[in-house]
């Protein structure tokens, strides 16, 4: 009852509508509508036209002037068009009168986005983040749904004097529905207060360990899944599809010099990206914001890459992680073979932090061992290689060492154990007591 009716069911053929406000724009304008055109594409929805439209001044009542939004909407009804989708933002009055206009159902780029995200959640997390964000949407537009319906209590008293008080109207239904949602609101946000603190407990768990940790961010599509499963073997959803991550998932990955690190895919950005989804999913884009550091991963054959670039940086300092040591991947490098000028402005574009952007594609394999060696070097200096005496008694520290170091060798010496192993700084004062030697010096613990 609450929530944004399941218009994706409903229509099969869009007419997209960009508007926007300054001559400057022009091209930005048309970029977003093509991106919209994917957006929709994404629900199964055909697009069968687009209008991008300038507009002086921004109308109260239907964004455009009254002379253009009859226009469209003459040309969307001779398309046949069953849907008009606005890439702006609308607010629940302007949707409403272009609804009553058209008669054609009207929503805009947030109301996508919202049904690609309920589409795409798996995870209880995922699905109350959804859930969230839908209802707060929903809020003010429950008028559009309920406005015909009221609640009439009226009765004539009777008693001395013979001339009751007449009661007047009661509670209109669109009330008692706007009181149901705001408690139901209510409800999921302590239901993913709950989950956070699990997420948190975990995340505390890993910490412990004293393992780095690396979140992979993005703009959607850009290969984050994928490079998520190339490193870490994992299985994590991959496809040519926007948003088709919407779920954290962290996977452990061994670096060359035995370290283990944690990479944590993340849901991808796009432009415009309402505010409200930025709230909604600020727990799964936590995990950006805790990280010991980011890998944000780019598709180098997209047109406007350089603004995909600059949306996910902008939305990770909205989050409180622009300032995180970053590796900039530029993906799908092979797609660019064709076109070296193309290759060399990107290069020289991101040549600037420590050692400049690393180009690679995940399909081909290409460049991956230049990532890993650079993950690797920004860890060097958190592990040290010890050989280890450990009583056989305390097989719960050679469990921990298998589980959370890498162990290079085992051996047995009476009643103890010999292990060599790459060691993080965090966890090297569970087995100071053990030490016989560092690796690298050669020295025995004490030794001048």
């Not at 994917?38 to 109308?59: H, K, P, S, W």
């Not at 993913?192 to 699990?198: C, F, I, K, T, Y």
């Not at 709230?279 to 780019?298: G, N, R």
Request: contains cysteine; glycine residues 8%.
């Amino acid at each position: 009852m609450f929530d944004v009716r399941e218009k994706p069911q409903m229509v099969e053929r869009a007419f997209l509508i960009g508007v926007y406000f300054d001559r400057a724009e022009a091209e930005d304008a048309e970029s977003l509508l093509v991106e919209l055109a994917e957006l929709v594409g994404t629900l199964g929805i055909g697009v069968i036209g687009t209008a991008c439209v300038f507009v002086r001044d921004r109308n109260t009542r239907y964004l455009t002037g009254t002379g253009k939004c009859t226009e469209l909407i003459e040309e969307a009804k001779e398309l046949e068009a069953d849907c008009i989708v606005f890439d702006n933002e609308l607010a629940p009055m302007q949707q409403r009168t272009w609804e009553e206009e058209s008669g054609i159902t009207v929503i805009d780029r947030e109301e996508v986005i919202l049904d690609i995200f309920k589409m795409r959640a798996q995870t209880r997390e995922a699905r109350l983040q959804v859930e969230l964000a839908r209802m707060e949407y929903s809020l003010p537009r429950l008028a559009r749904m309920w406005g015909h319906l009221d609640r009439q209590r009226g009765a004539t008293g009777g008693g001395k004097g013979g001339g009751g008080a007449a009661r007047g109207e009661g509670e209109q239904q669109i009330e008692v529905d706007r009181r149901l949602a705001r408690k139901r609101i209510d409800r999921v946000k302590r239901e993913l207060e709950s989950v956070r603190q699990n997420r948190e407990t975990q995340r505390k768990q890993r910490t412990d360990t004293g393992m780095p940790h690396a979140a992979i961010v993005g703009y959607t599509n850009a290969g984050k899944s994928s490079l998520l499963n190339k490193l870490a073997g994992a299985d994590v959803l991959a496809e040519d599809k926007l948003f088709a991550t919407l779920d954290p998932t962290t996977r452990r990955v061994e670096l060359p010099d035995g370290q283990p690190l944690l990479l944590t895919d993340t849901v991808g950005f796009v432009r415009n990206l309402p505010h409200r989804l930025v709230e909604a999913f600020k727990a799964t884009l936590e995990e950006a914001v805790l990280a010991d550091f980011l890998i944000h991963v780019l598709d180098a054959s997209a047109e406007r890459v350089y603004d995909f670039y600059q949306t996910t940086v902008d939305v990770l300092a909205e989050l409180g992680a622009g300032d995180k040591p970053t590796v900039v991947v530029l993906n799908k490098c092979d797609l660019l073979l064709e076109e070296p000028d193309r290759l060399h402005a990107l290069k020289a574009h991101f040549s600037n932090g420590s050692g400049g952007a690393i180009f690679i594609s995940v399909h081909t394999g290409e460049g991956l061992d230049s990532l890993v060696n650079r993950l690797n070097e920004l860890l060097v200096d958190r592990v040290s290689k010890l050989r280890l005496r450990i009583p056989q008694a305390r097989q719960d520290l050679v469990a921990l060492l298998h589980r959370e170091a890498k162990v290079l060798s085992t051996d047995y010496e009476g009643n103890d154990v010999l292990v060599t192993a790459v060691v993080s700084h965090a966890m090297r004062h569970l087995f100071e007591a053990f030490v016989v030697a560092s690796a690298e010096s050669g020295k025995a613990v004490g030794a001048p």
